[in-house]
């Protein structure tokens, strides 16, 4: 290689010598009508021609001593080639005898220890192979065991991979059914539209023919008929309109695409659908019909990816639709909203039971205000009761028992003395007064507060 780049550098500059003389031959034909500042640079080109040869006779000899290195260098090369393969075979006779020496003593000395073995054990090798032979019986049994084991457990393995493999054939199966009825007819695809909407709707807490009804119809002012799919409820007798659009032979396209150009263009023809079918329901003016609703429309998409990759694709679609009142959502916004409008439901029963609860309070309290004069009356009787009960005790142990006693003293009487019966000494404790309960029908909490 060094070879070549001195031939290559000794041709650059044999042409650029040529190159110069023949420009130095040029301007000395000139040379008789040039003017002095002329000819001085003519004089420099001179010198830059002789610094030039001087230059080229270095190289020449530079080139000369590379030779000769190259060739001494070449010469070393061999000399040292030879003197490794004279090393490798003095270095390979060696080993080769010390081998031979080793084999031949280990032989011997191996011969020598297996005959002192041998004499040594002679006789008791059966009793030394025994414990041997059992462990590696009971070790040969381990090993069948795990075997077996290994390959019952590969059967239900492959059982359970082939179980596996049938299920999910079945579900390609499936899916492939449902891509293609979804492809093939949009009356199915509408009707898989509205039952994921109504799926959606009852997640949310939600209940059919009670907080949204299915395909309410009504005039549209001109003698037709207009149907939405789902008209939700809201506390206030307000409600609004859900409408389900499903596109998706765009979308199915351009997933099977390989080639990213068509899946684009089959994205975009996907965008423009859902813009026609926003622009077929704007039309429809379904707050101008529909008594109570909203000014606007919700237009169902089912399915987040299905609104995503259409968004993607025509990023006004969203504002245009708002402008023609229509809100474009899928099923994830949807279930929020529907989520929301269920808690609005639950504090309208709250408020409403809370109402309940106060009516049945004020009845509770007109109804206590005669009850109370009834425990009065009761409390009092019982008070009466019990001061006659006292009286009777009292008037019974002053004058018939003590005479009771004089018959056992007498001897006239048996077993023992009559036993003195105690008086009541508890009265019964009587309801508040009347005026502290009379705070009249309609009493609220904080008028009870007051007045206490």
Not at 17 to 24: I, P, S, T, V
Request: aromatic share 6%; with cysteine; proline share 3%.
């Amino acid at each position: 290689m060094t070879d070549s780049l001195s031939t290559l550098w000794m041709i650059l500059f044999l042409l650029a010598a040529g190159a110069a003389g023949y420009l130095f031959w040029q301007l000395r034909q000139q040379q008789g009508g040039l003017s002095p500042a002329e000819q001085a640079r003519l004089h420099g080109y001179d010198e830059l021609k002789a610094e030039r040869d001087s230059e080229r006779q270095r190289a020449n000899e530079l080139e000369k001593r590379l030779a000769a290195e190259t060739a001494r260098a070449a010469e070393r090369d061999e000399a040292h080639k030879l003197a490794r393969a004279e090393t490798e075979k003095t270095f390979e006779s060696l080993a080769q005898r010390a081998l031979g020496a080793s084999q031949q003593n280990f032989l011997t000395l191996a011969k020598e220890t297996f005959e002192k073995h041998q004499q040594a054990a002679a006789g008791g090798v059966k009793e030394l192979v025994a414990p041997v032979q059992e462990q590696f019986n009971k070790l040969s049994e381990t090993i069948a065991k795990i075997e077996a084991t290994r390959t019952a457990d590969k059967s239900a393995l492959g059982e359970q991979m082939r179980q596996i493999g049938e299920a999910m054939s079945q579900t390609q199966a499936v899916t492939g059914k449902l891509a293609n009825a979804l492809r093939a007819g949009p009356k199915t695809r509408g009707r898989w539209g509205e039952e994921t909407l109504k799926n959606v709707l009852e997640l949310s807490g939600l209940a059919a023919r009670i907080d949204f009804h299915a395909e309410q119809s009504a005039n549209d002012g001109d003698g037709g008929r207009v149907r939405p799919d789902v008209t939700i409820r809201l506390p206030g007798g307000r409600c609004i309109v859900v409408d389900s659009k499903v596109a998706l032979s765009g979308y199915l396209d351009a997933m099977e695409a390989t080639d990213d150009a068509a899946r684009e263009l089959l994205l975009k023809k996907h965008a423009q659908e859902l813009r026609n079918h926003m622009r077929g329901l704007a039309s429809k003016e379904y707050w101008r019909h529909i008594p109570s609703t909203a000014d606007f429309v919700i237009m169902f998409v089912p399915g987040d990816n299905f609104l995503a990759a259409a968004f993607e694709q025509d990023q006004m679609l969203y504002q245009d639709a708002f402008k023609d009142r229509v809100v474009i959502i899928g099923p994830s916004n949807l279930f929020a909203l529907a989520k929301t409008i269920a808690f609005g439901w639950r504090q309208e029963e709250i408020q409403a039971n809370a109402e309940e609860i106060a009516k049945l309070g004020r009845e509770l309290h007109a109804r206590l205000l005669p009850l109370t004069k009834h425990l009065a009356a009761l409390g009092d009787t019982i008070g009466k009761s019990v001061a006659h009960y006292n009286a009777f005790v009292s008037s019974f142990d002053t004058r018939v028992l003590v005479t009771a006693k004089k018959f056992r003293e007498l001897g006239a009487a048996e077993g023992g003395d009559p036993q003195e019966t105690p008086q009541i000494e508890s009265q019964p404790r009587l309801p508040a007064p009347q005026a502290e309960l009379d705070f009249g029908v309609g009493a609220t909490p904080a008028r009870l507060k007051r007045n206490g």
